[in-house]
T-cell receptor, first 111, second 113 residues
Framework: GESVGLHLPTLSVQEGDNSIINCAYS??????FIWYKQESGKGPQFIID?????DKRQGQRVTVLLNKTVKHLSLQIAATQPGDSAVYFC??????????FGKGTKLSVKP | EAQVTQNPRYLITVTGKKLTVTCSQN?????MSWYRQDPGLGLRQIYY???????DKGDVPEGYKVSRKEKRNFPLILESPSPNQTSLYFC????????????FGPGTRLTVL
């Protein structure tokens, strides 16, 4: 079946450094990808999205890169702050119209 | 304030006792969805609805029912809950199907004894 997987379940970075969270997806027909952030005790919060006709999209301190050739997605966070500590999920729009979540990467920011 | 609300936020029940978790959104969104979140498994979609009276199964629909009689409400029904349905449940909505930002509710933590 379709799947979305993150390369690392945990990532620890120093405050001020850049963070990169990677994700792989299996369905070549997926045409919409989203990154969510989930803080402890809260629901997922939208960070940034990208459609398959793009390979890069930038937001405030975040950049998403999409490589359709190898079915790889990444989230880059510039100048990581303690408030960025959370679990990050990559999500792909499945071929059936549903959303498929990856298992999440827990980002810890060291002061 | 634009939001997705869920009730109850916490529920402890016993095996076999029917329950309903309500979900409501005030953004006039067409698309609504239910997820369960379990440790090590991330979020898995249970059911989704493209519009009123239109519902479809997600990845893990067994043991659940939904209905979409009005645009703003999308209740999740467990006819005969079992312990393996103990989980954290999230409702979400968006303007359109998966090609739009989903807004999540605060979550409902369900324990089935």
């Amino acid at each position: 079946g379709e799947s979305v997987g993150l390369h690392l379940p945990t990532l620890s970075v120093q405050e001020g450094d850049n963070s990169i969270i990677n994700c792989a997806y299996s369905n070549s027909a997926s045409d919409y990808f989203i990154w969510y952030k989930q803080e402890s005790g809260k629901g997922p919060q939208f960070i940034i999205d990208i459609r398959s006709n793009m390979d890069k999209r930038q937001g405030q301190r975040v950049t998403v890169l999409l490589n359709k050739t190898v079915k790889h997605l990444s989230l880059q966070i510039a100048a990581t702050q303690p408030g960025d500590s959370a679990v990050y999920f990559c999500v792909s729009g499945g071929s059936q119209g549903n959303l498929i979540f990856g298992k999440g990467t827990k980002l810890s920011v060291k002061p | 304030e634009a939001q997705v609300t869920q009730n109850p936020r916490y529920l402890i029940t016993v095996t076999g006792k029917k329950l309903t978790v309500t979900c409501s959104q005030n953004m006039n969104h067409e698309y609504m969805s239910w997820y369960r979140q379990d440790p090590g498994l991330g979020l898995r979609q249970i059911y989704y609805s493209m519009n009123v009276e239109v519902t479809d199964k997600g990845d893990v629909p067994e043991g659940y029912k939904v209905s979409r009689k009005e645009k703003r409400n999308f209740p999740l029904i467990l006819e005969s809950p079992s312990p393996n349905q103990t989980s954290l449940y999230f409702c979400a909505s968006s303007r359109a199907a998966f090609t739009d930002t989903q807004y999540f509710g605060p979550g409902t933590r369900l324990t089935v004894l």
